[in-house]
């Protein structure tokens, strides 16, 4: 077996053009969301992708999206994003921005944009009109492009909701109404969240069709790799010790 080979063994069944991306990542092996999604997902149904903090959701939800590159999708005319995710804050939707860039860096168009508040509203104006493949952005800022007429979602094939728990329970759900109601009715609806509790299973319920139950760690499971320390530290001391 040649190096190439065997390098690409953990990735068989990842689409294959995210595979030098992950070898590139230093990826050895996927995570078991990121094995759940390619077992589960029949690129039909909603997907509802629940694991911990730091198991890999991102680049799961990834695998999936790339379904909406497929058939010559991205050659084709379009005036707006084929892939939209939202994210509840500025800092979250840029780091899923920045893991959704180098996933797709090897599949030509895939470009992927971010608009988000505190950002200047004239630059990414520009940025939408470069029409970006896969667009990640907050809430409250994607209604502003919608209604200044600057962004049009009309191409979106999978809509992805990050941290879902925060998005559906915060003082979002208005937001996403107004956005839902901008994007095809033929279209998936997959939700990412470390957690699902009852009264946020029962909004999804509302916009998902059958979801795909995809779970990687179990609620509540401590990472492997990831090591806990607890330090006791006196009350004088807990500024300085925060800071350092």
Known sequence: MSADAGAAAP???????LRPALVR????????????????????????IRSQ??????????????RSFAAGALAQDRRGP????????RELAAQVKEELSWLFAAVPGARCGAVTGGTSVAREQVQLQRRPAVLVGTPG??????????????????????VADQLLVLGFK???????????QER????????????????ADR???SPILVAGTPAGAAHGDIEHIALKVGARDHYAALVN
Do not use: C, E, Y
Not at 82 to 89: G, I, Q, R
Not at 141 to 162: M, N, Y
Not at 174 to 184: M, R, S, T
């Open 188 to 203: 998936r609806t997959h939700l990412v969240s470390a957690t699902f509790s009852p009264n946020v299973q029962a909004l």
């Open 25 to 48: 990542r230093g990826f050895a092996a996927l995570t078991a969301v990121q094995q759940g999604i390619l077992a589960a997902d029949d690129g039909v149904r909603d997907l509802r």
């Open 11 to 17: 990735f068989a069944a990842v689409p294959d053009a």
């Open 53 to 66: 903090t730091g198991s890999g959701k991102t680049v799961a939800l990834g695998i999936a999206l790339a």
């Open 207 to 209: 916009f998902q069709r």
């Open 174 to 184: 208005d937001d996403l109404v107004g956005i839902l109601a901008a994007l095809p």
């Open 82 to 89: 084929l892939a939209l995710v939202v994210a509840p804050t």
């Open 141 to 162: 800022r994607l209604l502003d492009h919608l209604g200044s007429g600057s962004l049009d979602l009309g191409s979106v094939k999978q809509l992805g909701l990050v």
